[in-house]
Structures are given as C-alpha cells and as structure tokens.
Nanobody
Framework: VQLVESGGGMVQPGGSLRLSCAAS????????MSWVRQAPGKGPEWVSV????????YYADSVKGRFTISRDNAKNTLYLQMNSLKPEDTALYFC??????????WGQGTQVTVSS
C-alpha cells in the first residue's frame, strides 16, 4: 500500500492550493478516502471524507465552503482543492484510507504553509 501526497507549499492568506494523493497497492475505488491535517504542536484534525463513488462528501466545519474533496478512480488519485486559505490552515496534510477504521492507512503528508 502506498499513498503519496503532493501539491503543498507556501501561499499567502486568501490564496489557493490543490493537493493530490496518488494511491497504489490496493483497490482505490473500494475505499472511502479522507484528508487529515496536523498543525505544529497539535493533534490530528480530520478535514474531509469522500465515499467510494465520489458522490458523497463531508467536511469539518473549519473548512466547509472553502475546501473541496474529489477523487478520480480511473487515476487512483484523491484531491483536495483549498481556497480562501487562512494562516490557521497551516499544517501537514495527509491523505488516509478508511480513516478511523480497521484498514486505516496514511501517507507521509505534504506541508501547507499560509503566511504573508
């Protein structure tokens, strides 16, 4: 199993970033997928989840209306479009398979820094 995140970086407040997560080693389309983030000195915070078919999504209140999760099962890739970024969005962002369940697995993460 491998989950490889990319697309992080440094952006000014109000800016946008699109994260990607390339999955391999398992049947991607069989699993709900999540984004989870961890800010410096804090515990993990669940951000969003998408179901296997991509037609059901949920978001943490802190990102609702600003972030959009999506997936392309043909490309085995998960995405997170992040708009109107705030300094409090600064964190290491992980994609996670089956977050909170028996088959949970995380990638290594990609750093997002929002600063002027």
């Amino acid at each position: 199993v491998q989950l490889v995140e990319s697309g992080g970086g440094m952006v000014q407040p109000g800016g946008s970033l699109r994260l990607s997560c390339a999955a391999s080693g398992f049947t991607f389309s069989n699993y709900d997928m999540s984004w989870v983030r961890q800010a410096p000195g804090k515990g993990p915070e669940w951000v969003s989840v998408i179901n296997t078919g991509g037609d059901s999504t949920y978001y943490a209140d802190s990102v609702k209306g600003r972030f959009t999760i999506s997936r392309d099962n043909a490309k085995n890739t998960l995405y997170l479009q992040m708009n109107s970024l705030k300094p409090e969005d600064t964190a290491l962002y992980f994609c996670a398979r089956d977050y909170g369940r028996t088959d949970e697995y995380w990638g290594q993460g990609t750093q997002v820094t929002v600063s002027s």
